[in-house]
RNA sequence: GGUCCCUUAGCUCAAUUGGCAGAGCAAUUGACUCUUAAUCAAUAGGUUGAAGGUUCGAUUCCUUCAGGGAUCACCA
């Protein structure tokens, strides 16, 4: 293992850890004096020249000059340079805590320390701190990635994003944009008289939207609740409270694809305005980026997948038929079966063929998604949606075929979507049976109904509009990049243990484990079939008993997954290897589209068992030593 | 979930047709009083993502697995 070079150079951090401890100085310090951010050293130099200040941050750079050493100290604000001078910085004080000139070697790239100094510039003309005193106060044990290169493994900046931020401080004011793009808009909102709510994150229906939930479970309510697809029903219920302007900035969850443009936990703005309906919200959405662009940005202009977008023009607003009338030459309004619209489907021209839709919208909406909408670079509210495609919005009065109801286009990409809320129960009801209750739908097309919300409606709520433009999607416009993941700064990512870390850390937890008295502990020990096998195979583990006895268990899910399928899950107890303890091993795991295939997959965990885990115990200790029994597989539901 | 691609030292990257795993930065030791990707000298550093297979020989070819990326489907 010392053989690792990272474990090497960790091991030399961690001794100079230890030689800080002897000196008698803390390498973990809480207290800071910082007197002053780099930033305002650095503008105010003319007045601040030879005054006595201090300031702390990450140690970046080092270049020893014998006598006379120079680094730079990162702070929140910007990189100063530090001069230490043998004769001015002294040797380690212990009364004061301090580090002298020649404990520097205690120092490496990635400590954050505390310097006292005066203010100068250096023969090469740089503002710098002459340092007098010096404190340590987190001693950093593992190397920053190259300075010059960075980090360029996509999945490191991700997993990592407080190295690649730290290396390139750039990417710091890419995430405060992003930070005060909210406050904005939360001033905004606040200024034409919103008030902003908290509304569940954990809801008992998913409603608002066809997206598939998350599901999770209350313990102390014993049941199943959905993370939240939608804040939608909760902001009217407000409205029907009687606050006239309502806004939350609401998590997300949706359980599908990820891909440049999702991520499957995100954020939106979502308002609800009573008294007005959807006209009111297209001046709302339009005032809101314009104020976004101006006051977090300070800029109108932004370059959005190649394209020059301008906030301060007003934006194109037009019905989806008009758009499709425009881009195709043919009217929507005038087709009159299904049939003639399908035809005119299958005439256009795409890459991928069109399969035949339900309705004349339904149609449309096709029409439009392979012929406008790749076009729709300019900002666009795109309105006038067809009923079938949007049954929980108020139909226009003077033509009910479509909705009161507007997409936001920028860059191609969808931005939100806003609509004159519906607010007569029992056409909310007839039109969830129809659209959603019908029993030739899948039961993926199948979509709840929230019926306490209809309960509401029945007690009436005023006539209300909301807008719901997606946090993230903003911030990728705002800030020009094209994948959701440079907005997000901790994208999902799949747990990962890299193998360095898994010696580094494992090892560790084996001595912990070497050295505790396991057969007092009582505590049970969970292990994966793969840690259970190198654990034997290390001889960290034996038998303490000739008899093995294993117990196994099959837990059945009584419910399929969102995909249909069962799905079991195997573990089993062993007695034998310690006193008054058991091994448990976990990590066999059936699915099968079938519920009776999962009952026979006890027999299948049996056949797991004898032949790897026997095989396994047997490959490492004397078989004829050792009498391996094997329970009936319990099964759990 | 489908398809394609990637994974070599702490970081960034090499390695010819399957033939001794190599460099820069970082590290360690030493020198150095204005450097700034400091410089100079020396030293050390590898589970080539994991497991298996083919081969005299595998970073390279094959299989499985893990993680990541791109793209399609679903969605905002």
């Known amino acids: 293992m010392a053989d690792i070079p990272l474990i090497n150079y960790r091991n030399i951090r961690l001794g100079k850890v230890e030689k800080l401890r002897e ?14 951010y780099a930033d305002s050293i650095i503008k105010d130099f003319e007045s601040m020249e030879g005054q006595t200040v201090t300031v702390a941050g990450r140690l970046m750079s080092w270049r020893p000059h014998g006598k006379l050493t120079f680094c730079h100290v990162q702070d929140q604000t910007e990189r100063m340079q530090i001069l230490f001078h043998k004769k001015e910085l002294g040797e380690t004080d212990l009364s004061l805590k301090n580090l002298g000139y020649s404990d520097l070697k205690l120092l490496d790239v990635g400590d954050f320390i505390e310097i006292t100094g005066s203010v100068m510039k250096t023969q090469k003309g740089e503002i710098t701190v002459l340092a007098n005193s010096l404190k340590m106060l987190t ?16 999945e490191a900046i991700l997993r990592r994003r407080y190295l690649d931020t730290t290396i390139k401080p750039g990417n710091k004011d890419h995430f405060e944009a992003i930070a005060r793009m909210l406050f904005a808009t939360r001033k905004f909102l606040d200024d034409r008289g919103f008030l902003e709510f908290t509304t569940p994150v954990l809801q008992p229906q998913y409603g608002g939207g066809t997206a598939k939930p998350f599901i999770t479970r209350v313990n102390a309510l ?5 993370l939240s697809i939608s804040h939608e029903l909760y902001l009217k219920r407000l409205i029907a409270a009687g606050f006239d302007k309502v806004y939350t900035i609401g998590k997300y969850f949706r359980n599908e694809g990820i891909d440049k443009q999702h991520h499957p936990e995100f954020s939106m703005i979502e308002t609800m305005t009573a008294y007005e309906n959807y006209e009111y919200n297209m001046d709302l959405i339009e005032d809101l980026f314009r104020y976004i662009a101006e006051q977090a940005f300070g800029k109108m202009e932004f370059n959005v997948q190649g394209h020059t977008i301008d906030f301060g023009k007003p934006w194109k607003r037009i019905s989806m038929v008009d758009a499709v009338l425009e881009a195709t030459g043919r009217d929507f ?3 009159k079966t299904v049939e003639e619209a399908n035809a005119f489907l299958t005439s256009l021209e795409s890459e991928e063929p069109v399969a035949p839709q339900a309705s004349i919208g339904h149609a449309l909406a096709a029409a439009f998604e392979i012929k406008v909408e790749p076009t729709l670079i300019e900002p666009t ?20 075929g479509f ?3 507007f997409e ?6 969808e931005c939100g979507d806003n609509w004159s809320e519906q607010n007569d129960p029992v056409h909310l009801l007839e039109c969830w049976k129809e659209n959603f209750r019908r029993k030739d739908l899948n039961p993926e097309e199948f979509h709840p109904l929230d019926l306490d919300f209809v309960e509401v409606l029945e007690y009436g709520m005023p006539p209300t509009t909301g807008i719901g433009p997606g946090v993230e999607r903003m911030a990728m416009i705002f800030s020009e990049k094209d994948n959701i993941d440079d907005v997000i700064f901790f994208p999902m990512m799949k747990p990962h243990v890299s193998p360095i870390n898994a010696i580094i850390y494992e090892v560790d937890q084996l001595e912990d484990f070497r050295g505790k008295e396991v057969e007092t502990t009582g505590e049970d020990m969970a292990l994966s079939m793969h840690d259970f096998s190198e654990l034997l195979s290390d001889k960290i583990i034996s038998p303490e008993s000739t008899e093995l006895t294993i117990y196994p268990y099959l837990q059945v899910w009584e419910k399929p997954s969102a995909k249909g399928q069962w799905k079991a899950t195997g573990y089993l107890d062993m007695d034998g290897f310690f006193k008054n ?3 448990r091993i976990v990590g066999y795991t059936a699915k099968s589209d079938k519920k009776s295939e999962i009952d026979a997959e006890k027999e299948a965990f049996r056949i797991f068992i004898e032949q790897s885990l026997s095989k396994t115990i047997r490959q490492y200790f004397n078989a004829d030593a050792y009498d391996i029994k094997i329970a009936e597989v319990k099964i759990i539901r």
Request: proline fraction near 10%; charge should be positive; hydrophobic fraction near 30%.
């Open 23 to 36: 000196l008698g100085i803390n390498p973990f310090r809480s207290k800071c004096s910082r007197t002053h």
């Open 139 to 154: 001693k950093s044990i593992r190397p920053l990635p190259d300075k010059w290169s960075g980090l360029k493994d996509r």
């Open 222 to 226: 014993d049941c199943d609740m959905y």
């Open 333 to 335: 309004r005038k087709f």
């Open 381 to 400: 509210l795109l309105y006038g949606q067809p009923m079938e495609i949007s049954p929980l919005a108020k139909p226009m009065d003077d033509d009910p």
């Open 403 to 405: 909705a009161e109801r």
């Open 408 to 413: 936001i286009f920028i860059g191609g990409m």
């Open 581 to 583: 303890k058991k091994v």
